[in-house]
Each structure stands twice: as C-alpha cells, then as structure tokens.
C-alpha cells in the first residue's frame, strides 16, 4: 500500500492510501479531546483533498470517549465529513464493545446521514469490505 502520512503522534497515526483511495486511522492509546479533534479534522481534509468516499479506524487500542468528543463526533464532524464526500466507513473495535452491540444506534443514525458503516473485530475483514463497496 501507498501511504501518505497526514498525522503520526503517539495517540493516533492517519494516513492516506492513495492505491485504496481510504484514509486510514490507528489509535496507539487512548486519545479524546483537542488531540482527536485535531486528528480527525485533519483527516477531513486530506479525504476532501484526495477525493476519498472510504474511512477506516482501528479504534482496537482506544478507550471510551468523553461525552463531549462522542457528541462533537455525531454533531459535527461527522456531518462535516459526509459533507466532504465520505460514503463509507469500517470500524475496527475489540470484541467486546462489538458483542455489547453499543454501536447499533450510531450505525442508524450515520445511515440517515448517508454513510455505510460496519463495526469489525479484524483489520483484514474492514479492508475487505472497503473494497467492496463502490
């Protein structure tokens, strides 16, 4: 893969693959706040500069997210980012928030917005889907 780096901390890395045409996020340890705002807002921009319809995040190492940041996510980046033209996101969770279904109501919610989301437990598997959507 072709990876184009857009942030690489020790929260968070975010990449572009330009051959896949998906931004890419892997979270190292837990990050909420400015820190993950700013990383997400970046990655915004490079998926409105490159074009990208397809986000992957490997979220397997985050912890919880504050209050705050979940509404900031679904209240605004979110729907700045589907905006920007993201059609389709593969989120990669531990197994258990994924058995504890938590996720459904967001899944529904961005759905309305436009956005396909699925919830997987292996990178391999996301990355397949990805590239079978469009």
């Known amino acids: 893969m072709t990876a184009i780096t857009i942030v690489d901390t020790d929260f968070i890395t975010i990449q572009y693959l330009s051959d896949k045409k998906i931004i890419y996020h892997v979270i190292h340890s ?27 995040s490997d979220d397997r190492k985050n912890g919880p997210l504050p209050p705050e940041d979940a509404e900031w996510g679904f209240n605004v980046w979110n729907r700045r980012t589907v905006e920007m033209g993201w059609k389709y996101w593969a989120l990669v969770v531990p197994e258990a928030i994924e058995a504890a279904g938590s996720l459904m109501p967001v899944i529904d919610s961005l759905y309305q917005l436009g956005l396909r989301m699925r919830v997987f437990t292996k990178l391999e598997e996301a990355f397949a889907w990805l590239d079978s959507v469009e």
């Open 30 to 56: 837990p990050i909420s706040g400015q820190p993950l705002r700013d990383a997400l807002n970046a990655g915004t921009e490079a998926l409105r500069q490159y074009g990208a319809t397809k986000w992957l």
